[in-house]
Nanobody
């Protein structure tokens, strides 16, 4: 399984941005898919995930502002980010795994496959 993330950029606080991740080697409907982010000097943190069953999970810091979705026809997972704030600035990574259980959805160690990351910068 390979993942290719794109769509990052420089935006202002309050703006919206969507990042995407094209998956190859396995259908997105058979994978649990997650978005994580990492700011300089910090550990990689969970942002959002969608299980193969379509159940969604969000970090408290993004709940109500971010939305994860997948397009089976394009084999792509998206992260729609609204009302961005400077604290959202980070490199965003997509991740995938074929066999996650609910209790591990928010742990980066549980995912086997990772994309290369895309930078999102939010200016104040």
């Amino acid at each position: 399984v390979q993942l290719q993330a794109s769509g990052g950029g420089l935006v202002q606080a309050g703006d919206s941005l969507s990042v995407s991740c094209v998956v190859s080697g396995q259908a997105v409907g058979r994978l649990s898919l997650g978005w994580f982010r990492q700011a300089p000097g910090t550990e990689r943190e969970f942002v959002a995930a969608i299980k193969w069953s379509s159940q969604q999970y969000y970090a408290e810091s993004v709940k109500g502002r971010f939305s994860i979705s997948r397009d089976r026809a394009k084999n792509t997972v998206y992260l729609q980010m609204n009302n961005l704030i400077p604290a959202d600035t980070a490199v965003y990574y997509c991740a995938a795994d074929p066999s996650l259980i609910t209790s591990t959805m928010k742990s980066p160690d549980a995912y086997d496959y990772w994309g290369q990351g895309t930078q999102v910068t939010v200016s104040s």
